[in-house]
């Protein structure tokens, strides 16, 4: 089972007939663009079976040292798939038990052998 995220750069139009003065406003008509999809290299199954996902750091200006899975890694890391992709394949590479990635914005993501 392969994860499917959706990323939407929203642009809303709002339309509203109110020409006329006085008028009831219909409901607003919302539309939405520049939809984008972004998978995973590898499924959450297989993910979650080979590694336990710690997350220590700062996140949103909280302290953060807790066990994730692979949902709890993505919002961790805001929705940027690419990253993950590139933590996993570097995490699924490594020959230790364990695998440690440092990002610049003080997060520390361990991936332990399970």
């Known amino acids: ?4 995220l959706t990323i939407c750069s929203l642009q809303w139009q709002h339309t509203a007939k109110s020409n006329q ?4 406003t219909p409901p607003p008509f919302y539309k ?4 984008i999809t ?15 996902i710690k997350v220590f750091g700062r996140v949103n200006g909280k302290k ?4 994730v899975g692979v949902s709890g890694l993505i919002k961790m890391l805001d929705g940027a798939i690419d ?21 610049r914005r003080g997060l520390q ?5 399970f």
């Open 83 to 103: 990253l993950v992709n590139r933590l996993l394949d570097r995490a699924f590479s490594s020959k230790g038990d364990k695998c440690v990635c440092k990002l």
């Open 38 to 52: 972004m998978k995973l290299n590898y499924s959450t199954s297989e993910i979650n079976a080979n590694f336990k």
């Open 1 to 4: 089972m392969k994860l499917n």
């Open 21 to 24: 003065p006085g008028a009831a």
């Open 64 to 67: 953060v040292n807790t066990l």
């Open 109 to 113: 993501i361990s991936f332990y052998v």
């Open 32 to 35: 939405r663009q520049n939809k």
